[in-house]
């Protein structure tokens, strides 16, 4: 027993001399040191990674049983529903898995927001994480498209069509996008190709993002760096019991809503073949969608809109520089904490109403909503940073923690 353990060892030691993946993944996952003021909000950078996984192996699955062709995708759909072997659960976990996944990445990017982790040094760690975000909307939405429901066709020809707002050449990337003069066949097939390759390009930005996150080590509750060893612990074993822990009780909730409730989130029109020659009467897309949604209809102008839109994203590019304030915490920031719980229910706001048709009241709430969105990075944010009056910070991570 003892001289197959020595072997085995050897063996270990012997790849590693010359690939040094296990010293890698040591020092990445075990040895790593890490804050030790850490709190559950950290939890969710390693539950993403673990919904992106279940969606890459469930999806490679389902795309063995899926057929890429407007006359077979709804019907390949019931099939797998009803005939492949467990076919039921893999599609509903791949359904809600897409769902769970951007609810614990936006729960990540608010808790950056939030203890500042976007600032110096971590800007680079910040756009990669606002690039995944980009890469899964692009997945998400063509894989919303491949039911091939009356809600995948009508989504895609709303969303697709918004590029022909782009002056002089839209109307050519709409039609290079359809592969032909509207939705159709060729659209279905490149949806289907991208959609498949997507995640795996996701992959290797997480990859990025976490080797930039390892360069600086993770931010903190209190928003300061590391003084000494007394600020950290390894990695293994507090904190993989604890990501384990909150792995639990995320894939409790993950469950209940597959076995329970598993159509909650998405829209009943989609269980109803594509008809070109029926529209819906109210086109929505998936919910993670909504708030930029309700931003591109705020704006009455089709080009405003799409630029509104797009902008939405491309400002969480610029909030390194945006938030001019020193302190990276807001739990040492009295006036930005006010602020940002107005902007988390102002996303809210938007989401919902990006669930509403685009009529009365909820015309007028989108744009109040759209416009303090706008007014938290741009004009809010540069000014707090110099005329708000932070609370003293404590002088290490450790202190507070070991004065206990």
Same mark, same amino acid.
């Given at each position: 027993?003892?001289?197959?353990?020595?072997?085995?060892?050897?063996?270990?030691?012997?790849?590693?001399?010359?690939?040094?993946?296990?010293?890698?993944?040591?020092?990445?996952?075990?040895?790593?040191?890490?804050?030790? &003021?850490?709190?559950?909000?950290?939890?969710?950078?390693?539950? @993403?990674?673990?919904?992106?996984?279940?969606?890459?192996?469930?999806?490679?699955?389902?795309?063995?049983?899926?057929?890429?062709?407007?006359?077979?995708?709804?019907?390949?759909?019931?099939?797998?529903?009803?005939?492949?072997?467990?076919?039921?659960?893999?599609?509903?976990?791949? %359904? &809600?898995?897409?769902?769970?996944?951007?609810?614990?990445?936006?729960?990540?990017?608010?808790?950056?927001?939030?203890?500042?982790?976007?600032?110096?040094?971590?800007?680079?760690?910040?756009?990669?994480?606002?690039?995944?975000?980009?890469?899964? %909307?692009?997945?998400?939405?063509?894989?919303?498209?491949?039911?091939?429901?009356?809600?995948?066709?009508?989504? @895609?020809?709303?969303?697709?069509?918004?590029?022909?707002?782009?002056?002089?050449?839209?109307?050519?990337?709409?039609?290079?996008?359809?592969?032909?003069?509207?939705?159709?066949?060729?659209?279905?097939?490149?949806?289907?190709?991208?959609?498949?390759?997507?995640?795996?390009?996701?992959?290797?930005?997480?990859?990025?993002?976490?080797?930039?996150?390892?360069?600086?080590?993770?931010?903190?509750?209190?928003?300061?760096?590391?003084?000494?060893?007394?600020?950290?612990?390894?990695?293994?074993?507090?904190?993989?019991?604890?990501?384990?822990?909150?792995?639990?009780?995320?894939?409790?909730?993950?469950?209940?809503?597959?076995?329970?409730?598993?159509?909650?989130?998405?829209?009943?029109?989609?269980?109803?073949?594509?008809?070109?020659?029926?529209?819906?009467?109210?086109?929505?897309?998936?919910?993670?969608?909504?708030?930029?949604?309700?931003?591109?209809?705020?704006?009455?102008?089709?080009?405003?809109?799409?630029?509104?839109?797009?902008?939405?994203?491309?400002?969480?590019?610029?909030?390194?520089?945006?938030?001019?304030?020193?302190?990276?915490?807001?739990?040492?920031?009295?006036?930005?904490?006010?602020?940002?719980?107005?902007?988390?229910?102002?996303?809210?706001?938007?989401?919902?109403?990006?669930?509403?048709? @685009?009529?009365?009241?909820?015309?007028?709430?989108?744009?109040?909503?759209?416009?303090?969105?706008?007014?938290?990075?741009?004009?809010?944010?540069?000014?707090?940073?110099?005329?708000?009056?932070?609370?003293?910070?404590?002088?290490?991570?450790?202190?507070?923690?070991?004065?206990?």
């Amino acid at each position: 027993m003892a001289s197959s353990k020595k072997n085995t060892k050897g063996i270990i030691n012997w790849i590693d001399y010359r690939l040094p993946v296990v010293s890698f993944l040591k020092h990445s996952a075990v040895d790593y040191p890490t804050p030790r &003021n850490l709190n559950y909000w950290w939890n969710f950078g390693s539950l @993403a990674g673990f919904f992106l996984l279940v969606q890459i192996i469930t999806g490679v699955i389902l795309s063995m049983h899926y057929t890429a062709h407007v006359d077979y995708a709804f019907d390949s759909i019931e099939h797998i529903m009803r005939n492949v072997n467990h076919g039921w659960l893999i599609r509903y976990i791949h %359904m &809600n898995g897409a769902s769970f996944f951007f609810i614990v990445v936006y729960i990540h990017i608010f808790r950056g927001l939030y203890y500042g982790s976007y600032k110096a040094p971590r800007e680079l760690l910040w756009w990669l994480g606002i690039l995944i975000l980009l890469l899964m %909307m692009a997945t998400a939405f063509m894989g919303y498209v491949l039911p091939w429901g009356q809600m995948s066709f009508w989504g @895609a020809t709303v969303i697709t069509n918004l590029f022909s707002a782009i002056p002089l050449i839209g109307d050519n990337i709409t039609q290079w996008l359809w592969g032909g003069y509207s939705v159709d066949n060729p659209t279905l097939s490149r949806f289907y190709t991208l959609h498949f390759l997507l995640p795996f390009l996701i992959v290797g930005v997480v990859v990025l993002h976490i080797v930039a996150l390892h360069t600086h080590g993770s931010n903190n509750p209190l928003g300061i760096d590391r003084k000494g060893p007394q600020d950290s612990i390894p990695f293994h074993p507090f904190y993989t019991i604890k990501d384990l822990f909150g792995l639990s009780f995320a894939l409790t909730i993950f469950f209940a809503v597959v076995f329970f409730a598993p159509d909650f989130l998405g829209h009943p029109d989609n269980y109803i073949p594509a008809d070109p020659l029926k529209t819906p009467a109210h086109i929505v897309p998936e919910w993670y969608f909504l708030p930029f949604y309700a931003i591109l209809r705020a704006i009455p102008d089709k080009l405003g809109g799409v630029i509104a839109m797009f902008s939405a994203i491309f400002v969480l590019f610029l909030l390194p520089w945006l938030d001019t304030s020193k302190v990276r915490s807001a739990t040492f920031r009295p006036i930005y904490k006010i602020f940002f719980w107005i902007f988390l229910i102002d996303a809210i706001v938007l989401g919902w109403v990006g669930s509403k048709p @685009a009529e009365g009241i909820y015309i007028i709430i989108s744009r109040v909503a759209t416009l303090y969105y706008f007014l938290h990075f741009l004009i809010l944010l540069p000014l707090l940073g110099k005329f708000e009056r932070n609370r003293p910070l404590p002088e290490s991570i450790g202190k507070p923690v070991l004065a206990e």
